[in-house]
């Protein structure tokens, strides 16, 4: 699932150990935003040394690298990619050449570190004027590319603009735009953060605009804005209907390990991945049933 994406700061020790209690459907250890220059070293031992003690977790766990610009991004995943990484985020991407030069560092790491290949993910942030205008190449640059992420403030502070809280119109072809070329192109599409923890309401209201654009969920920063974002996040009914459609094509495959490992599927194939995605959405109702939601 790709409700809640919630960011911590790899250089806090606090943070790091209270990680895996959250409840958000990824959580993304930070060595770029929240970490200063001076610390990135400590924040990469730091997050490597919590990917072995919360090692074997059954939940999505994402590292955000620093951008390519910044010449971090080889650095930043030698030190921390291993066994119980999900996947990647790759913040400020202008062009597919940058996804595809991150998958090439992922894929020598997984081969020479034992690691399945191919199993790692790739989200890359939509967060300057040419990764908007990219978006759609970015999002089929690789197979390992699974959601774009939306990026306000970087991308308003690329195009020279203030943020004008109540008037979004400055950045409303960039929101739209991420979520279509991402489904377009067979991907999820998660939106930026809310800046102001206190403002539940002002949450609640961005997370339901970025249902309508066609999200799957919501960067967020904090603890507290998790089961608000879940709550407006509840599948829809055609994502019922498609996860229904999945579990009854491949059901037998998946559990039972009999039959063939991907099917046709009003057009498209299906598999394993599309499978486990079902089957969160299907677990996702359920909760969201018992919710009164």
Known sequence: MFRSLIFVPGNSARFLAKASTLAADIVCFDLEDSVPLNEKELARKMIAATLQQQGGQKRSIYIRTNSFESGMVSEDLKAVLGTGVTGVVIPKVNDKSEVIKAA??????EKGRGIEEGSIRLVPSIETARGVVNAYDIALSSRRVNALVFGVFDFLYDMRLDYNEGNDSSYWYARSKVPVDARAA???????????????????????????????????????QIEHVHRVFVPSKNEI?????????LGEAMEKGSGRGAVRLEGRMIDAV???QARAILEAEKEAAKEGN
């Open 104 to 109: 090439e560092i992922i894929s020598a790491l």
């Open 186 to 224: 067979g991907v999820q599409a998660i939106d930026a953060i809310w800046q102001k923890i206190d403002d539940i309401d002002g949450l609640i209201k961005d997370a339901a605009t970025a249902k309508r654009l066609g999200y799957s969920g919501k960067s967020i920063i904090h603890p507290s």
């Open 241 to 249: 209907e498609w996860a229904r459609k999945v579990v009854a094509a």
């Open 274 to 276: 599309h499978y486990k």
